[in-house]
């Protein structure tokens, strides 16, 4: 089909799937477009790109339900505070209950305000969450991921290591294969916390923090590292700090330290996207993997995390917006969500695809045009 064509049906499809969006909408975009969507996320194959954050959006079974049959690639459960044995909790201010959420407009797009922070319920709680996501995982229905804030300590003090021991042990039980693909969570109201004063202690958390992990399970792990309140120089460091991790997550939320609040928007994504346009390819060879996170709103925005190395991306904000603020008519609003990100005849991923293969810019292999081509050689996975 020539470009002009797939535009035509592009436009089509946009309307038609406004009602519902079909479950194997990458088998289509395949079939139709010939565009392989296919993406990487902690080191596992997925359909395509788009997956979950960590957050209030992945607390329970209904979630990852709704999730699965949307067809979404991906979803990291909400962040768990990390306990030893007898339940103590280094990190528990981080534990801390609040519901109230508020869907804002910033700047030129949208931030969620919450004061909330990690899992507010029993552990044995979220083990039985994390068992019901391997369930999903095995059934091949949604990878789902768990994500721990485990002790982070000061300096000249030694790491929890009772902590990462229990947390680690009873998780990679609950999951039902080895390794245990697991997110460590270093979290936006860190970046806000006098805990995050020094930046050697920092790099010192960024660097041993796999190690510490790493000794109570087998686990492929991801990093979530959060936006340090200094600059790219500093984020481009940790970057490197943290490269004994399997992948990173980049980056968490702003913190705005005046309200005390996290945030998101155009700033957050100017932010992470400006950081790793640093990593010029071949230039990076210790960085790993990287899955992009920050106001993602758009196929238009997938593309410029991936042309700056990221094999995947997870969404938080944009799968909370109000109703009306989608073009889709039906549906839930994660598949709401993935319409307007992949079928937007205009900034979806295939309408940018294609405008980059029209420009010269993406290759067809083998008659097909590949996500992952978008991202530079160095970043792309062996
Ligand atoms: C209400 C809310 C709660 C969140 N909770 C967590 C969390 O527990 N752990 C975590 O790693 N990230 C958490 N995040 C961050 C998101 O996973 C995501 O990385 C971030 O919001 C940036 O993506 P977005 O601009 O699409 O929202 C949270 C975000 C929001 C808005």
């Known amino acids: 089909m020539s470009n002009s064509a797939s535009l035509a049906s592009l436009a089509d499809d946009f309307e038609r799937f406004k009602r519902e969006l079909p479950r194997d909408f990458p088998a289509h975009v395949r079939d139709a477009y010939r565009i392989n969507l296919a993406a990487r996320y902690l080191g596992e194959p997925v359909p395509h790109p788009i997956g979950k954050g960590s ?21 990291v459960l909400k962040t768990v505070i990390a306990q030893d044995e007898a339940g103590a909790q280094s990190m528990a201010a981080w534990a801390i209950h609040e519901s109230k959420m508020k869907v804002e407009r910033r700047g030129a797009g949208w ?20 068992r019901t996501g391997w369930d999903l995982t095995r059934d091949g229905q949604l990878l789902t991921v768990p994500s721990v804030k485990y002790h982070l ?67 492929r792990l991801a990093m979530k590292l959060m936006n340090a309140r200094s600059d790219d120089d500093f984020q481009h460091e940790m970057m490197e700090a943290a490269s004994g991790a ?42 790993p993997e990287c899955c992009g996170t920050g106001n993602v709103s758009s196929g238009r925005m997938i593309v410029e995390y991936a042309l700056r190395g990221c094999g995947s991306v997870q969404l938080h904000t944009f ?14 609003r994660t598949q709401r969500a993935l319409h307007a990100l992949v079928f937007d005849p205009r900034d979806g991923l295939i309408a940018v695809m294609l405008e980059r293969e029209a420009s010269g810019l993406l290759q067809r292999r083998d008659g097909e045009l590949h996500f992952l081509d978008l991202l530079p050689d160095a970043h792309r996975p062996r």
């Not at 931030?111 to 969450?129: I, N, Q």
């Not at 660097?207 to 087998?218: G, K, L, M, N, S």
């Not at 330290?257 to 990076?284: C, F, H, I």
């Open 246 to 287: 399997d992948a990173l997550v980049v980056f968490n939320r702003l913190f705005d330290s005046k309200q005390g609040v996290a945030y998101g928007g155009p700033e957050l994504s100017d932010r992470n996207l400006r950081v790793l346009a640093r990593l010029t390819p071949g230039a990076s060879p210790g960085i």
């Open 319 to 332: 799968f909370q917006l109000p109703l009306e603020e989608y073009p889709a008519t039906d549906g839930s």
């Open 111 to 130: 931030t969620v305000t919450w004061k909330g922070r990690g899992w507010d319920r029993s552990f044995d709680d979220y083990l039985a969450l994390v």
């Open 55 to 75: 957050g209030q959006l992945s607390l329970n079974l209904g979630q990852l339900e709704t999730d699965a049959e949307a067809g979404l690639a991906f979803v």
């Open 153 to 219: 300590p000061r300096l000249d003090e030694p790491f929890r290591a009772a902590e990462y021991a229990f947390t680690t042990g009873a998780l990679a039980k609950a999951w039902g294969r080895s390794p245990l693909l697991l997110v460590k969570d270093f979290s936006p109201t860190l970046a806000g916390d006098p805990l995050s004063d020094e930046k050697a202690q920092i790099l010192r958390w960024l660097r041993e923090v796999p190690q510490q992990i790493r000794a109570h399970a087998d686990v």
